[in-house]
């Protein structure tokens, strides 16, 4: 069990919010015009700790400014800062203490996955666009279930590069 917490936390892959960040950037990432990731490029990107990539800055100072933040190439991680105060104080003090290429991976994917989010709510001009959109074409939807009832999420990228997820159901399901 301990080694499987240990590779779930150093790999993104793993982690679910990296799952919803790839199927937002795959969903919406052309209409937000962010730039183009893989999931081998983003999860060796959420994994560096030696520095932030600029294609992974770039995508953070993209989301910062489409929900109106005045955000520059240089200062993106300060305004992130003031963003996690307002969602996760430890969100924002790790951030504040060692910078954004020392946080975790969990951390990194959880601030993502909320920046993702906050264009359903903060950006008047994505949130326009989507509210035409069919709910059930907005998730991405599993391929499959079996017959212990875990279902099957499956993505592929522009490289094709194939991510399959398996979600457990509860135990009150």
């Not at 933040?69 to 996690?84: F, P």
């Not at 430890?90 to 969990?106: D, H, I, S, T």
């Not at 035409?132 to 875990?150: F, N, V, Y």
């Not at 099957?152 to 194939?162: A, E, I, K, R, T």
Request: hydrophobic share 40%.
């Amino acid at each position: 069990m301990a080694a499987s917490a240990a590779i779930a936390s150093s790999s993104p892959g793993l982690c679910p919010n990296y799952a919803v960040i790839c199927s937002f950037l795959e969903r919406y990432g052309a209409l937000l015009d962010l730039p183009e990731l893989t999931f081998p490029q983003l999860e060796r990107y959420l994994q560096d700790t030696s520095s932030v990539p600029k294609l992974l800055a770039d995508l953070h100072v993209k989301l910062l400014r489409k929900i109106g933040k005045s955000v520059s190439a240089d200062r993106w991680e300060k305004h992130l800062v003031k963003i996690c105060q307002e969602v996760n104080a430890a969100w924002a003090w790790e951030l504040e203490q060692k910078g954004y290429k020392e946080l975790p991976v969990e951390g990194k994917t959880a601030i993502l996955k909320h920046l993702c989010e906050c264009q359903f709510d903060e950006n008047i001009k994505f949130k326009t666009a989507v509210n035409d959109e069919d709910p059930d074409k907005m998730r991405l939807q599993p391929i499959g279930r079996d017959k212990d009832g875990q279902m099957y999420w499956f993505q592929l990228d522009q490289d094709d590069n194939v991510r399959v997820y398996v979600e457990e159901q509860d135990d009150l399901d």
